[in-house]
């Protein structure tokens, strides 16, 4: 049931959920610009450095999974407050390690503190929030966090170059610290009464419970396409960009955080649709379709503008996805919010990991463009598939 708010919570709650669900992308890429210095600096592999953001990805995976059931048994703040601190404490850990094992230790458990603020940005939402406003709220939300994966390596980037690696790792600290103090004024949004009665193991029977509605299982499995979608285009798009057309480092982060603003304002626009499930569709079917235009002219020409125009407007498609399919999804799972928050976070990274490797196999723009072709056809054919 929507709960009423003042104005003013209403935009503090927007910036905190947003933050939290920023949490992200600064885990995994502020420090990317650090990662040759790194290897200088503990004397290792490229490899070893890089199994950092390894970890902290499989620890934000699994953290999802931890704190979305305890969090429908004890509370949303509490759990946030407790991630907060693991977050806090590991990301010392991380300034002070004394070998990159020990590093990559603690950008597991860095990953694992952030995961809470990450399911907690969208089971705090449901539990205010109900229908097409849940969708408004969360389209506000996903276009915050739209902007994070590009603001996240720039910013990193010139920390590095006054601070050193050390003191990303310091301006992640103080990012944890300032939600932690946000958590004071944030009000619980789950009350006693719609808890979670009896031990731990019946919160996380909350998995059971979502996992035969079958509307939650199809819009998670269109959440999960659309994060292969866009860990495709991620994982491809500086090879095509730099060393297939030959663009600079500068001209490919331009043309990103380009793209990264389009994702945001595609999921800005999905709160003017007053049917969540036309959004989904209309967006879906929209990729398709221009995944398939990449796909033919693949075979036609050798173009960057036509690539970079088909790509901007499936990626304009791709924005509308997240905030539709999540608010279907966690409308639908509502008997177990957390858990079902959990299930949406973890499978979109878990998709996204899946395809990542793949577009390296054979010539990378065709299997990349099949990919985007294969993802987004299967997601608009659960759009359109009944319950």
């Known amino acids: 049931m929507t709960q009423s708010f003042g104005k003013k919570y209403f935009v503090f709650l927007l910036i905190f959920l947003g933050a939290l669900s920023a949490f992200g992308p600064f885990i995994t890429d502020f420090y990317l610009?650090?990662?040759?210095?790194?290897?200088?600096?503990?004397?290792?592999?490229?490899?070893?450095?890089?199994?950092?953001?390894?970890?902290?990805?499989?620890?934000?995976?699994?953290?999802?999974?931890?704190?979305?059931?305890?969090?429908?048994?004890?509370?949303r703040l509490p759990i946030m407050v407790w991630s907060l601190v693991l977050f806090a404490m590991s990301t010392v850990g991380c300034i002070y390690s004394p070998s990159i094992e020990m590093f990559d230790i603690f950008r597991f458990l860095q990953g694992l503190g952030g995961?809470?603020?990450?399911?907690?940005?969208?089971?705090?939402?449901?539990?205010?929030?109900?229908?097409?406003?849940?969708?408004k709220v969360l389209a506000i939300v996903g276009a915050i966090?739209?902007?994070?994966?590009?603001?996240?390596?720039?910013?990193?980037?010139?920390v590095a170059q006054s601070l050193g690696w050390q003191g990303i790792f310091w301006v992640l600290f103080a990012i944890g610290v300032v939600l932690m103090g946000m958590c004071v004024p944030f009000r619980e949004s789950l009350p006693k009464e719609n808890r979670v009665n009896g031990s731990v193991?019946?919160?996380?029977?909350g998995f059971v419970d979502v996992f035969k509605i079958p509307e939650f299982r199809r819009y998670v499995a269109v959440f999960g396409l659309a994060y292969g979608v866009l860990f495709t285009y991620i994982s491809s798009a500086s090879f095509i960009v730099q060393d297939h057309f030959g663009y600079s480092e500068i001209q490919f982060s331009l043309t990103f955080g380009t793209n990264a603003i389009i994702i945001a304002i595609g999921s800005g626009l999905a709160m003017k649709f007053k049917n969540m499930e036309n959004a989904a569709l209309f967006s879906t079917a929209g990729m398709t379709i221009f995944s398939i235009l990449l796909l033919i002219s693949y075979?036609?020409?050798?173009?960057?503008?036509?690539?970079?125009?088909?790509?901007?407007?499936?990626?304009?498609?791709?924005?509308?996805?997240?905030?539709?399919?999540?608010?279907?999804?966690?409308e639908s799972?509502?008997?177990?919010?957390?858990?079902?928050?959990?299930?949406?976070?973890?499978?979109?990274?878990?998709?996204?990991?899946?395809?990542?490797?793949?577009?390296?196999?054979?010539?990378?723009?065709?299997?990349t463009y099949i990919l985007l072709v294969v993802c987004s056809g299967f997601a608009t054919v659960l759009c359109l598939g009944k319950s």
């Open 145 to 158: 966090n739209g902007i994070a994966p590009v603001v996240a390596p720039v910013t990193g980037g010139i």
């Open 33 to 75: 610009p650090t990662l040759p210095a790194m290897a200088d600096i503990f004397n290792t592999s490229a490899s070893m450095v890089q199994l950092g953001l390894t970890a902290s990805l499989l620890g934000i995976a699994l953290g999802q999974v931890f704190f979305g059931p305890l969090s429908d048994k004890y509370g």
């Open 115 to 135: 995961a809470g603020g990450i399911v907690m940005s969208r089971s705090v939402a449901t539990d205010c929030y109900s229908g097409r406003e849940l969708a």
């Open 299 to 330: 075979f036609f020409t050798d173009s960057f503008l036509v690539y970079e125009g088909l790509t901007i407007i499936s990626l304009f498609f791709l924005g509308f996805i997240f905030p539709s399919v999540t608010a279907l999804g966690m």
């Open 333 to 367: 799972g509502r008997k177990a919010v957390g858990a079902a928050s959990a299930v949406l976070g973890a499978v979109g990274f878990a998709c996204g990991g899946l395809v990542s490797p793949l577009v390296g196999i054979g010539d990378l723009m065709l299997t």
């Open 201 to 205: 193991w019946k919160a996380a029977h």
